[in-house]
């Protein structure tokens, strides 16, 4: 099995960033796509970005373009997001999920994903 970890959560003011990153470990075969994803308290999940296989597509939800990179080290199995000025409404918990290819470019698509790590929370104030 897939095993997602991720870390680099933390509480930060207004304005400062973080790099939040998911390690992969298990029976990883070839490369896999990988999507973020947040959930806020009494909020619905909300797509962030994704990532594919070889890094080469990248897509963000609108509303984090400009502020939010995703980024890959396929040679360590680990898939970055990288949170710049940070907002209150940054608030939650961040999580990353994994599949095989193919997978679809929909930062929204999360049922196409069969592996999600545990979160890592995000607080602003």
């Known amino acids: 099995d897939v095993q997602l970890v991720e870390s680099g959560g933390g509480s930060v003011q207004e304005g400062g960033s973080l790099r939040l990153s998911c390690a992969a470990s298990?029976?990883?075969?070839?490369?896999?796509?990988f999507g973020w994803f947040r959930q806020a308290p009494a909020k619905k999940r909300e797509g962030i970005g994704y990532?594919?296989?070889?890094?080469?597509?990248?897509t963000y939800e609108d509303s984090v373009k400009g502020r939010f990179t995703i980024s890959r080290d396929s040679a360590k199995n680990i898939v970055y997001l990288q949170i710049d000025s940070l907002k209150p409404e940054d608030t939650a918990m961040y999580y990353c999920?994994?599949?095989?290819?193919?997978?679809?470019?929909?930062?929204?698509?999360?049922?196409?994903?069969?592996?999600w790590g545990q979160g890592t929370q995000v607080t602003v104030s």
């Open positions: 298990g029976n990883i075969y070839g490369t896999y796509c």
């Open positions: 999920a994994a599949d095989v290819p193919p997978c679809s470019y929909d930062v929204r698509d999360a049922y196409q994903y069969n592996h």
């Open positions: 990532i594919g296989k070889d890094g080469s597509t990248i």
